[in-house]
């Protein structure tokens, strides 16, 4: 089958490419490399550096295409407050633009990535039941394009399903993003000596899931044809930590000796974020294999191969007041 996946030098759409190349399908995919890397992508692919937002170039870059995995996305929920016309556009501009251009092109299939940030602060687990409430631009803007691919497919005639991954780690992710991925981020920093900057006191609670287990799912929900309309939490829901046991864990990983420091934290940050893999385990037959030690453990072998990195500050800080982190505005990353 031809796939396309938007977002493909980025870290899940570069996994799925791979994969789904394996699996014998001929990939397409755009990047406009705000955040992608060229070296994530895999030989033998058709790639446009295109934006999701141009949206005549979109129309053309999906002819013949049969299924579109939509991963494309500034992911950056904390900065979403502070950069919410730049995160949004990324998210609900490009996401419509994307669903427009599959409708217009007969596209069989639409997976759409969406994000653990719909839930917002609501009790954990976090079930694929509960009702949206977004606390944020970034999730705002998430459910916003949920709701415009259900309705737009319901017309028109399309097959979708919504994948919500939560806080995947492993090769290809982004490491010297100042604005994201919290577990790359302290191995880049802890390989450089520098300690980890942890916003609060540490104790909010996450979850994390290694790229390996997931990719499956991802893929099954494109590819099984009695799967449609349907909406998964991908990642496990065992082995919950705190950002504070993370930087220990990633600190003894490293071999770094000393200690993180404590920053401010940060406006609308969700304390407890984990959801429930029930849905995943019956339906895709999802199942946690590598622990978080050996998530830490990959993440830093391949953030040792590609080499540390200085924090890149290319994204806008479009609110720049006393609630801005000083971790950003004067780039202590
Ligand atoms: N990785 C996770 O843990 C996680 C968690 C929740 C949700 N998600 C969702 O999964 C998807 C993929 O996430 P990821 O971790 O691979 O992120 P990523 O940043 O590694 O990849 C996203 C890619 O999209 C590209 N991009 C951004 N805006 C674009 C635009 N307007 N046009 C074209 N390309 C654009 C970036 O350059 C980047 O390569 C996103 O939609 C994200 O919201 C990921």
Known sequence: MKIFITGIAGFLGSHLAKRLQNLGHEIFGNDNLILGELENLPKNIKFYKTDCCDYNQMVKNLEG??????????????????????????????????????IVNKVKKFIFCSSMARYGNQQTPFKESMPAKPEDPYGIAKVASEDTLKLLSEVHGMNFNIAVPHNIVGPN????????????????????????????DGMQQRCFSYIDDVIFCLEKLALDKNINKEIVNIGPDEETTTVLELSKLVANETGYNGHPI?????????KFAS??????????????????????????????????????????????????PETWKLKKI
């Open 65 to 102: 295409i049969d299924i579109v995995y939509h991963c494309a996305a500034t992911a950056h929920e904390g900065l979403s407050v502070f950069s919410p016309n730049f995160i949004t556009k990324n998210i609900y501009q490009a996401s419509t633009s994307v669903i427009t251009a599959s």
């Open 173 to 200: 992710q982004k490491y010297d993003d100042p604005f994201r991925n919290v577990m790359s981020i302290f191995i880049n920093r802890n390989l450089q000596g520098e300690p980890s900057i942890i916003y609060g």
């Open 262 to 270: 404590f920053v401010k934290d940060r406006p609308k940050e969700v």
């Open 275 to 324: 959801c429930s893999s029930d849905k995943a385990r019956k339906l895709l037959g999802y199942e946690t294999k590598t622990s978080l030690k050996d998530s830490i453990k990959f993440t830093t072998e391949f953030i040792k191969k590609r080499g540390i990195k200085k924090f890149n500050y290319n994204l806008p800080i479009e609110i720049d007041n006393h609630l801005t």
